[in-house]
C-alpha cells in the first residue's frame, strides 16, 4: 500500500453534481484514486448554492481535479470518451434517458469498455419507480424516515443531507469491491445505487420490528424506551446535557453521582425492566438532580464513572471541541482564496488517516490542459486495480 493510498493507480472519472455522486467519488479520492470531475463550461451549478447549501461543493469535491466539457457538443463527447478510455471508474447521477441520447448508458458504455466499472447514483434501483425524480426529502418522506424523526402529524427530515452522504458511501462500497473482484475476472461492471432504497435500508429496524410483532414503534420522540435513563436534562448554569443508563450498573453509578441513594434502596428499581417501568417518577427526580449541578462538574463525574453523556452542540461549535480540533481531526482546504475546515473520512490506517495529494477544491476547468494536450495522461493506462 503507497502511503495509506489503497487505489493509487486508480482513475475515476465523475460526472454528477449536488451531493450522492460527488460523495462517492469524493471518499474514492480519499482513499488515493485519481479522480477527475466533469463539468459544464460554466462549472457545476452547485458551486454557486447559498445559505445550507454552500457547503455541498466545498465539502464534497476535495481532492479532484476539475475538467470543463459540453456534452451537448461532438467534439467534447469525443474528449469524454477519451478519458474513459484510461478510466477504471465512471461515476454519473443522470436520468437515464440523458445518458442513452448522449450515447453514455451502461449498456453502451460496457459494450465499448468492457473492463469499465460504472456507478449510477439514481433516485431509485430497477423497479415501478425508476424514472421517478428523487431527492434527499423525498425519499426521506417516502421511507418513513421523516414520520420517525419528527413528533406525530410534523414529518421531518435528518438535519442533514445523510442519505445521500450515506448512498455516496455505499456506491464507493461497491465500487471497492467490484475493482478487487476485476482483479480476478478482468471484466468491468454496471453498478446502480438508489438513494430510496438507502433510505429503506436506514429504516429497515422499524419495518422489521413490525414484521416480527405486528407493532409499529411511535415517532423517536414519543418512542418507547427500552433504557431506564435516555434523556435530556437541564443543569444549573443553563446549558443541556444528554445522560443514559442503560445497564444496572448504570443506573446505579449514576444515582451514585447525584446523590439519589434512595433510588438506589428503592425495592421497586432493583432491575433494568423495573427501572424502565418508572421511568415516570424517576425521570423528575433525575432532573431535579442535575438542576442542582453544572454542566462542567457532571461532565466530569460521568466521565469518571464510564456513563454516556452528550452536550447538546451546534454544528458551529464542533470548530472549538478538542477532539475535532486534535490532529487529523480538522483539515483545511484553499477555493478561491478563501480557506476552510473540515474533516476527513472516520477512517485510520494504521493509526493515519486516509488523505488525496491535494485537498484544495479545483478551479473551473482547471486541469483541462493536464488531459488534453499532446503527450497528456489520456493515453490509455494499463488497469491498476
Known amino acids: 500500500m503507497n502511503n495509506n493510498k489503497p487505489l493509487s493507480g486508480v482513475r475515476v472519472v465523475e460526472m454528477s453534481h449536488m451531493i450522492m455522486g460527488p460523495s462517492c467519488a469524493m471518499f474514492l479520492a480519499f482513499m488515493g484514486a485519481e479522480v477527475i470531475k466533469i463539468e459544464p463550461p460554466e462549472g457545476d451549478k452547485t458551486r454557486n448554492l447559498t445559505g445550507m447549501g454552500r457547503g455541498f461543493f466545498p465539502t ?6 476539475s475538467v470543463t466539457l459540453d456534452l451537448k457538443s461532438e467534439s467534447d463527447r469525443a474528449q469524454l470518451h477519451q478519458l474513459l478510455d484510461g478510466a477504471d471508474v465512471f461515476i454519473e447521477n443522470f436520468r437515464d434517458q440523458s445518458l442513452e441520447k448522449m450515447g453514455l448508458s451502461p449498456a453502451q458504455l460496457q459494450a465499448q469498455y468492457p473492463s469499465l466499472i460504472i456507478a449510477s447514483c439514481k433516485g431509485f434501483l430497477h423497479g415501478p419507480y425508476e424514472n421517478r425524480t428523487a431527492m434527499d426529502e423525498v425519499v426521506q418522506m417516502m421511507t418513513g424516515m421523516a414520520y420517525m424523526t419528527g413528533p406525530t402529524g410534523r414529518p421531518l427530515r435528518i438535519g442533514s443531507s445523510a442519505n ?29 445505487i438508489g438513494l ?38 437541564d443543569t444549573a448554569t443553563g446549558k443541556q446535557i444528554f445522560i443514559g443508563a442503560v445497564t444496572e450498573g448504570q443506573w446505579r453509578a449514576l444515582c451514585r453521582v447525584l446523590g439519589l441513594s434512595e433510588l438506589l434502596e428503592d425495592e421497586r428499581l432493583q432491575n433494568r425492566p423495573d427501572q424502565i417501568q418508572a421511568r415516570s417518577w424517576t425521570i423528575p427526580l433525575i432532573a431535579k438532580a442535575v438542576s442542582a449541578q453544572s ?49 476527513g473520512l472516520p477512517v485510520e490506517i494504521d493509526g493515519n488517516p486516509f488523505l488525496p495529494d491535494n485537498l484544495d477544491l479545483p478551479e473551473i476547468g482547471q486541469h483541462n490542459a493536464e488531459f488534453f494536450t499532446a503527450g497528456s495522461s489520456t493515453i490509455k493506462k494499463g488497469q491498476t486495480a
Not at 464507493?172 to 473482484?181: E, G, I, P, R, Y
Not at 454544528?315 to 481531526?329: I, L, T, W
Request: aromatic share 14%; charged share 20%; hydrophobic share 40%.
Open 60 to 65: 464534497f469535491n476535495r481532492g479532484k481535479k
Open 164 to 192: 445521500d452522504i450515506m448512498g455516496g458511501l455505499f456506491g464507493a462500497f461497491a465500487v471497492v469491491s467490484t475493482l478487487l473482484a476485476r482483479q480476478h475476472d478482468g471484466k468491468g461492471h454496471s453498478l446502480r
Open 196 to 233: 430510496f432504497e438507502n433510505c429503506l435500508f436506514l429504516v429497515a429496524q422499524h419495518m422489521v420490528q413490525f414484521d416480527l410483532e405486528g407493532t409499529e414503534e411511535p415517532p423517536m420522540p414519543e418512542r418507547n424506551f427500552s433504557w431506564p435513563v435516555y434523556d435530556i436534562f
Open 295 to 343: 454542566f462542567e462538574y457532571l461532565a466530569t463525574a460521568l466521565e469518571e464513572q464510564g456513563l454516556p453523556f452528550s452536550p447538546i452542540s451546534r454544528p458551529a461549535e464542533m470548530y472549538q471541541d478538542p477532539h475535532v480540533n486534535r490532529p487529523n481531526g480538522l483539515f483545511e482546504s484553499h477555493a478561491q482564496g478563501r480557506t476552510f475546515r473540515a474533516p
